[in-house]
């Protein structure tokens, strides 16, 4: 079983930057692929970013240029850096896992921007 614990979300003005972080723990031996999806109100989640275990990273097209996304193989951690927030990114933001023990998501943490 894996475990993915978020935080870092917030209410944060436009053209603000916002961290979020997703700590994996649990019985897994291998860590994969790592990334980030978000949900905004009455839409379907989508995907944001990917990175995998080697650190090869890709974006959605809506925040290239504007989020990084990063990993802590050793704290088994990834992390979202966000800049440049507009308020379409609003959202609950997930963090998605893929280990030896199959693809796991977080509970979500919710990023607001707005004036």
């Known amino acids: 079983q894996v475990q993915l614990v978020e935080s870092g979300g917030g209410l944060v003005q436009p053209g603000g930057s916002l961290r979020l972080s997703c700590a994996a723990a649990?019985?897994?031996?291998?860590?994969?692929?790592m990334g980030w999806y978000r949900q905004a109100p009455g839409k379907q989640r989508e995907w944001v970013t990917t990175?995998?275990?080697?650190?090869?990273?890709s974006y959605a097209d809506s925040v290239k240029g504007r989020f990084t996304i990063s990993r802590d193989n050793a704290k088994k951690t990834v992390y979202l850096q966000m800049t440049s927030l507009k308020p379409e990114d609003t959202a609950v933001y997930f963090c998605?896992?893929?280990?030896?023990?199959?693809?796991?998501w977080g509970q979500g943490t919710q990023v607001t921007v707005s004036s």
């Open positions: 990175i995998s275990s080697g650190g090869s990273t």
């Open positions: 649990g019985s897994f031996s291998s860590l994969y692929t």
């Open positions: 998605n896992t893929q280990t030896d023990l199959g693809r796991s």
